[in-house]
């Protein structure tokens, strides 16, 4: 069975830090990884998807890379604002089981 | 842009009682999916549709059935329902045809208390 890690839990940085985010996962035959963000109460919006043959991918203050020989994705938030504060969550694809594997996510805070 | 419209978005239900939760996509998408979200337990798969007229079982199966009436709309019923049963449905979607998974939209959520 595919495990999807996310360390830490949680963590709390000072407005305008640039900080990283991990994901580790045990298959390294993933095809996609998809990072998202979800405010509390709220649905799970997409933040950047990473495909097979890619090793990243940028939106703006945010980078993801995928390194599939070492089960690892980061998630790079540059100039973190107040506003970042959610909970960032990694999933795994593999393509013959058609599934979506979930971690359970970072809970950012972002002290003005 | 509607994306994926979940209804209702918050019910009340009394433990044996039956509800269904909708789900429908406008992105012609092939595959949906239903999860569940409690604290400390984070996202799990119900059951999934890789395409119209299929469905097949997740992580907890259990409780629930499914129907992926034609390619937009895909429900979750319980049929008896028990506390266990109290948490956060999400419903969502993707392009993903077996070789490729697309991206992968949610629902805003459909919020379940069972008593």
């Known amino acids: 069975k595919q495990e999807v890690t996310q360390i830490p839990a949680a963590l709390s940085v000072p407005e305008g830090e640039n900080l990283v985010l991990n994901c580790s996962f045990t298959d390294s035959a993933i095809y996609n990884l998809q990072w998202f963000r979800q405010d509390p109460g709220k649905g799970l919006t997409s933040l950047l998807l990473i495909q097979s043959s890619q090793r990243e991918q940028t939106s703006g203050r945010l980078n993801a890379s995928l390194d599939k020989s070492s089960g690892r994705s980061t998630l790079y938030i540059a100039a973190s604002q107040p506003g970042d504060s959610a909970t960032y969550l990694c999933a795994v694809w593999r393509y013959n089981f058609n599934k979506f594997y979930f971690g359970s996510g970072t809970k950012l805070n972002v002290k003005p | 842009n509607a994306g994926v419209t979940q209804t209702p978005k918050f019910q009340v239900l009394k433990t044996g009682q039956s509800m269904t939760l909708q789900c429908a996509q406008d992105m012609n998408h092939n595959s949906m999916y239903w999860y569940r979200q409690d604290p400390g337990m984070g996202l799990r798969l119900i059951y999934y549709?890789?395409?119209?007229?299929?469905?097949d079982k997740g992580e907890v199966p259990n409780g629930y059935n499914v129907s992926r009436l034609n390619k937009r709309e895909f429900s979750l019923r319980l049929e008896s329902a028990a506390p266990s049963q109290t948490s956060v449905y999400f419903c969502?979607?993707?392009?993903?045809?077996?070789?490729?998974?697309?991206?992968?939209?949610f629902g805003e959520g459909s919020r379940l208390t069972v008593l």
């Open positions: 549709s890789a395409s119209e007229g299929t469905t």
């Open positions: 969502a979607s993707s392009e993903a045809d077996g070789l490729d998974s697309g991206e992968l939209f």
